[in-house]
Nanobody, 124 residues
Framework: QVQLVESGGGLVQAGGSLRLSCTAS????????MGWFRQAPGKEREFVAAINRSGDSTYYQDSVRGRFTISRDNAKNTVYLQMNSLKPEDTAVYYCAAKAVGDYSRSYHYYDYWGQGTQVTVSS
């Protein structure tokens, strides 16, 4: 079992930055591929970024590539999402997720554990 707790969301103006953190319980964090997803009101949950177990491979949705950076610190059981040049369309609840089998997937169906989510609101 893995419990995930996100933090770092908030209200920011367009063009600003936020860093989300997701801390996992347990001593097996390095065994999981990690992902960030987001869900805006009335929309499906969508893939944002993912990182493999060792942290040396990352994957991004096209709309965030070059603006967002995913990273992880296995010693701290934490995955991060640095978000720069934020846009109003980035407004959503952001979730981190852990994937036990395989390193990476863009589909939320393949992730096994989820955090409770953190709200990110970008004003224009």
């Amino acid at each position: 079992q893995v419990q995930l707790v996100e933090s770092g969301g908030g209200l920011v103006q367009a063009g600003g930055s936020l860093r989300l953190s997701c801390t996992a319980s347990g001593r097996t964090f390095s065994r999981y591929g990690m992902g960030w997803f987001r869900q805006a009101p009335g929309k499906e949950r969508e893939f944002v970024a993912a990182i493999n177990r060792s942290g040396d491979s990352t994957y991004y949705q096209d709309s965030v590539r070059g603006r967002f950076t995913i990273s992880r610190d296995n010693a701290k059981n934490t995955v991060y999402l640095q978000m720069n040049s934020l846009k109003p369309e980035d407004t959503a609840v952001y979730y981190c997720a852990a994937k036990a089998v395989g390193d990476y997937s863009r589909s939320y169906h393949y992730y096994d554990y989820w955090g409770q989510g953190t709200q990110v609101t970008v004003s224009s």
